[in-house]
Nanobody, 127 residues
């Protein structure tokens, strides 16, 4: 049974940083591409980033490119999202998701392209 668990959310002031973590068990972690999504109240879920194997392209949505960095530690079965220069509009529930593929593609931001999801971790950025 695959389990995906996010952690690291919290309350931070604008301009601050947070690092989210996501562990996935019940699968061979290195074999799967993974992504981060977020959903703010009253808004649709937004795909933020996708990462796969070393050397493969990493995708970022425009709103976070240059501020957020995704990384994947296969030895620790852990996915990360380093978030810098946070803005109040980054406030949302953040989700980690496992893609049933070894690579990310241009449709990385479609939630339907991911199979397993965590419960989310809340990030709140105060102004």
């Amino acid at each position: 049974q695959v389990q995906v668990v996010e952690s690291g959310g919290g309350l931070v002031q604008a301009g601050g940083s947070l690092r989210l973590s996501c562990t996935a068990s019940g699968l061979t972690f290195a074999d799967y591409a993974m992504g981060w999504f977020r959903q703010a109240p009253g808004k649709e879920r937004e795909g933020l980033s996708c990462i796969s194997r070393p050397g493969a392209p990493i995708y970022y949505t425009e709103s976070v490119r240059g501020r957020f960095t995704i990384s994947k530690d296969n030895a620790k079965n852990t996915l990360y999202l380093q978030m810098n220069s946070l803005k109040p509009e980054d406030t949302a529930m953040y989700y980690c998701a496992v893609r049933p593929s070894t690579v990310c593609t241009a449709n990385y931001y479609y939630s339907e392209a991911y199979r397993y999801w965590g419960q989310g971790t809340q990030v709140t950025v105060s102004s």
